[in-house]
């Protein structure tokens, strides 16, 4: 059995980076363009004349990328906008009378305006651009604008992630990254307009910046590092087990990946394939590191007991590979996305199934869900009243003001006793 500590940053770190993050909103606050044109020369190393990206260079980046990707990314748009079309058929407006003359309802309202951030890293992600536009988009948020950190060896985005942006159907790109990008969002600058909500993963900084505007803007989530856990009995593949693992080691050395199994056969099977793997990938060195500090294999007695670990911990991702899936499922409630099966590894939940990849990290999945189509609407509410159904509120009204004191409370209700 692999049981390895997990690590986070120190308290001195993490005072660092608040710190930090702080300074960069309160310049791109006072200086605008100028400061994030500044930030993205002594952050990313780029020279920028502006940050809007033009809409022509959107279309010009079609020519800079395989034809496979542009058809593989409009396939998996056409998933993302499918499902979320059909969820957002489970949202409809409300108007009930709950008293003869007391007419009460909601309405749906989708936010005005959006930021998405797309991060950029070693590799370009526009499976991102995708996962955060097309939900806004299906839920008709008036204004989508979209931002992305220049990428090493072009001169600003990376073309796919540029595609990605248009077939998502995006209004408006702009060139910058970092707790600097998520500041000019919130505050707005003279070409970037502040919005309502900004959604996106992002690493450290990103995530800090998020924490530090929320209430000046909504967000998202406040994501971690990339979570997998799986629950698997003795009739899983290991070398599936180990690759799926490995998925999500790759992402980043803090990402974490565990397996819960009641077969010390697995885990040894398992133990013994990942190093393996390992050697036949490009990313296999930084997977293994990756899985030595963060991975853990927990042999558990009964699949009861697997399902127990999984909801204390609830995973971002949750895989459930046993010969009882159903029974096993049909316990489990605290997950960002469940993955079921041989056949549903979570690489396609990142790419191409159609829900989410945007999802609750660091045990919140026990309180919130991932990125979604409702992520973008409102749920207003709304009452009417007549001279009969004000009768039959307006004495428990004022007396219940009354007990706690609000008497300006108590007299409009007063004002309205017929």
Known sequence: MHIVKETGKTGADAVAVTELVASLIADVRAGGDAAVLALTRKFDGVELESLKVPPQALKDAYDRVERQTVESLEFAAEQ???????QLTCFRALECETLPGVTLGHR?????????YVPAGRYPLPSTALHAVIPARVA????????????????????????????????EVFCMGGAQAIAA????????????????????????????????????????????????????????????????????????????TTSQGLAQAVLDAIPLECRTLGTGEL??????????????????????????????????MTERDDAVVAQLSNYGSLFVGFYAPVAYG???????????????????????????????SIQTLTAEGSTRLAAHCAHLAGVEGLLAHQRSAELRMV
């Not at 749906?108 to 998405?116: F, K, N, T």
């Open 80 to 86: 993302l906008r499918s499902f979320a079309s059909r």
């Open 108 to 116: 749906l309202i989708p936010v005005r305006s959006v930021g998405a």
């Open 140 to 171: 008709g948020v008036g204004h989508v604008a979209a931002c992305s950190p220049p990428s090493q060896g072009f001169d600003g985005i990376h073309p796919a992630v540029l595609v990605g942006l248009d077939i998502a159907g995006v209004d």
């Open 185 to 260: 969002f919130a505050c707005g600058t003279e070409s970037v307009p502040a919005v309502d909500l900004i959604v996106g993963p992002g690493n450290t900084f990103v995530t800090e910046a998020k924490r530090q505007v929320s209430g000046r803007v909504g967000i998202d989530m406040l994501a971690g590092p990339s979570e997998v856990l799986i629950i698997a009995d003795g009739s899983a593949d290991p070398r599936c087990v180990a690759v799926d693992l490995l998925a999500t080691c790759e992402h980043d050395p803090s990402s974490i990946a565990w397996l819960v």
């Open 287 to 320: 997977a293994l590191r990756t899985w030595i500090d963060n991975g853990r294999i927990i042999l558990v007695d009964s699949l009861e007991e697997a399902v127990a670990v999984s909801e204390d911990f609830a995973p971002e991702h949750l895989q459930v």
């Open 350 to 380: 990142d790419y191409v199934s159609g829900t989410n990849h945007t999802l609750p990290t660091m045990h919140s999945a026990k309180f919130m869900n991932g990125l979604w189509v409702g992520t973008f609407l409102k749920t207003l």
